[in-house]
C-alpha cells in the first residue's frame, strides 16, 4: 500500500535544530510534490514548506521563513525538512504529504486538499 513515515520529530530546547525524514513506500516521488504542514492545539493545519516534484521550487511560510530548509532525493525516494532556531511556537504535529498534481514539475501548493497521501506525523515540541 501507499505510504509516507515522518521521522525525526522530538523535543528540543529553543534554538536547536532537528531534521524531519520522509520516506515513501509503495510509489515514487518523482512525479509527487511534497509539503510539510503542522498543527498545533486549537489551530489549523497548516503549510510550511512545499517542494515540486523536479526540486526546483520551493516555498516557505513567513514564520519559518530563513529557518527551515525542504529538500528532497527522489533516487532515495525521501524528502528532508532541516529546521533550525527553533522556536517553541514551531511546538505542533508535523506531517509530510504528497501530492500527484506534481506531474507538472514546477506544481508546488499550500492547499490541503490537493494533497493525496499523508504520513501520520510526528511530535515536534520545542520547551526549555
Known amino acids: 500500500q501507499l505510504q509516507l513515515v515522518e521521522s525525526g520529530g522530538g523535543l528540543v530546547q529553543p534554538g536547536g535544530s532537528l531534521r524531519l525524514s520522509c520516506a515513501a513506500s509503495?510509489?515514487?516521488?518523482?512525479?509527487?510534490?511534497i509539503g510539510w504542514f503542522r498543527q498545533a492545539p486549537g489551530k489549523e493545519r497548516e503549510g510550511i514548506s512545499c517542494?515540486?516534484?523536479?526540486?526546483?521550487?520551493?516555498k516557505y511560510a513567513d514564520s519559518v521563513k530563513g529557518r527551515f530548509t525542504i529538500s528532497r532525493d527522489n533516487a532515495k525516494n525521501m524528502v528532508y525538512l532541516q529546521m533550525n532556531n527553533l522556536k517553541p511556537e514551531d511546538t505542533a504535529i508535523y506531517y509530510c504529504?504528497?501530492?500527484?498534481?506534481?506531474?507538472?514539475?514546477?506544481?508546488?501548493?499550500?492547499?490541503?486538499?490537493?494533497?493525496?497521501?499523508w504520513g501520520q506525523g510526528t511530535q515536534v515540541t520545542v520547551s526549555s
Open positions: 504529504a504528497a501530492s500527484s498534481l506534481g506531474y507538472s514539475r514546477s506544481y508546488y501548493s499550500f492547499s490541503v486538499s490537493e494533497y493525496d497521501y
Open positions: 509503495g510509489f515514487t516521488l518523482d512525479y509527487y510534490a
Open positions: 517542494i515540486s516534484s523536479s526540486g526546483g521550487y520551493t
